[in-house]
């Protein structure tokens, strides 16, 4: 059965870091490329970064040059770090493979950036 449970999220202000950390099952995460989605209040759940079992890394263009993804094989554990974060990065944030496979999503964890 497949397991997602983000954490790491919180307040933060503008200009701060915060790390996500996302433990997945484990057959699932050894075989997937792994994403980290946000969605803001109103809007659509959106890719943020995602990375391949070689450990290649594709980046939303919003987020370039301040989020960096990896992941722990040994740990099945996803991470973002969000280094220079804006309010706009305010979101729930989770993680899932891409693309995605059904309709199962974790709880997500909160992300809120003051100004």
């Known amino acids: 059965q497949v397991q997602l449970v983000e954490s790491g999220g919180g307040l933060v202000q503008a200009g701060g870091s915060l790390r996500l950390s996302c433990v997945a099952s484990?057959?699932?995460?050894?075989?997937?490329?792994m994403a980290w989605y946000r969605q803001a209040p109103g809007k659509q759940r959106d890719l943020v970064a995602r990375?391949?079992?070689?450990?290649?890394?594709n980046y939303a263009d919003s987020v370039k040059g301040r989020f960096t993804i990896s992941r722990d094989n040994a740990k099945h554990t996803l991470y973002l770090q969000m280094n220079s974060l804006k309010s706009e990065d305010t979101a729930v944030y989770y993680c899932?493979?891409?693309?995605?496979?059904?309709?199962?999503w974790g709880q997500g964890t909160q992300v809120t950036v003051s100004s």
């Open positions: 899932n493979t891409w693309p995605l496979r059904g309709a199962y």
């Open positions: 484990g057959s699932l995460f050894w075989t997937s490329t």
């Open positions: 990375i391949y079992t070689s450990g290649s890394t």
